[in-house]
């Protein structure tokens, strides 16, 4: 049996780049969900025989996971839904508070929930290899750039806020104390400094460095998106794989250990 989905957001860079990715899964999308004011354009730039619609209550009956790539309040907003129903959700939304995440962690108690601020392999491989750079070069100053579209809403971008996050946690210490997000005027680096800086240019899919440096050596692990297509195959394996799972929360390291 083809796995049926909706998306939050079909209208949007990513929804419809997931509406492809689907397509060549295997996966069928039953339609989505979109805002009031923007269903009608919606429905023209998803093309036909996809269901637009601006309540999710609408959709819900007719589909076995949800995939949301809206906002903070239209992701948490269809994961309350979801999990009202019970149905599977998996949100690629990013800029969502601690308290925020924390609230889908809640969620996760009734449903199967999928959340990762990037849906791309090598991303999460990066993430999971980062722990060990940082603790072995200790010392080393680190810092966190990041390069995406002029139309980006959240900066640092939820993957620079995962790396960052990740560096802090391998060095036991707090990001909130620790991150210097870009400099200006007099600010020399203090010992311990996470530097994150977001540059916001043209048409770009997504760029992360990290850069390890001491007076005499230099480490950069970059990692470039060609293409929103890699982070749309991830969210489609998120939602065959979270289809078949028992409540709980679920990672993009649960995907990969899978
Ligand atoms: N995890 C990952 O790998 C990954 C990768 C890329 C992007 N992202 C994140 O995914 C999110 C979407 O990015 P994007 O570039 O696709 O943005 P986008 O092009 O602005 O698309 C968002 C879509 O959501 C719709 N929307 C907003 N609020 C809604 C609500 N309450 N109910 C229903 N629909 C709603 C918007 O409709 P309107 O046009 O009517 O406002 C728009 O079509 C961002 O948080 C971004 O950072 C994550």
Request: charged share 20%.
């Amino acid at each position: 049996v083809r796995l049926r989905i909706g998306i939050g957001g079909i209208g949007g860079r990513m929804g419809r780049e997931i509406v492809a990715a689907a397509g060549d899964a295997g996966v069928t999308v039953v339609g989505g969900v979109a805002r009031s004011e923007t269903t009608n354009a919606t429905r023209g730039s998803v093309g036909a025989g996809l269901r637009v619609v601006d309540e999710i209550g609408d959709l819900l009956p007719e589909i076995d996971v949800f995939v949301d790539f809206t906002t903070v309040p239209g992701t948490l907003a269809h994961a309350r839904a979801c999990a009202e129903t019970g149905t599977p959700f998996v949100s690629g939304v990013t800029g969502l508070s601690a308290e925020q995440i924390e609230e889908l962690g809640g969620l996760a108690h009734a449903i199967p929930l999928f959340y990762a601020r990037n849906m791309s392999l090598g991303i999460s491989v990066i993430l999971s290899v980062l722990p060990v750079l940082v603790r072995v070069l200790d010392g080393y100053d680190v810092e966190v750039v990041e390069t995406h579209h002029r139309h980006k809403r959240d900066s640092p971008s939820g993957t620079a806020m995962a790396l960052a996050e990740t560096i802090a946690a391998a060095r036991e210490v707090g990001l909130s104390a620790t991150a210097t997000y870009g400099r200006e005027g007099i600010a020399p680096r203090s010992p311990g400094e996470i530097g994150i800086h977001a540059v916001r240019a043209g048409g770009n899919a997504g760029e992360h460095t990290i850069l390890l440096a001491d007076e005499g050596e230099e480490i950069r692990l970059s990692h470039r998106a060609l293409s929103r297509r890699t982070f749309a195959i991830g969210a489609v394996r998120a939602a065959r794989f979270i289809a078949n799972q028992p409540v709980g929360f679920y990672q993009m390291t649960d995907l990969i250990a899978h």
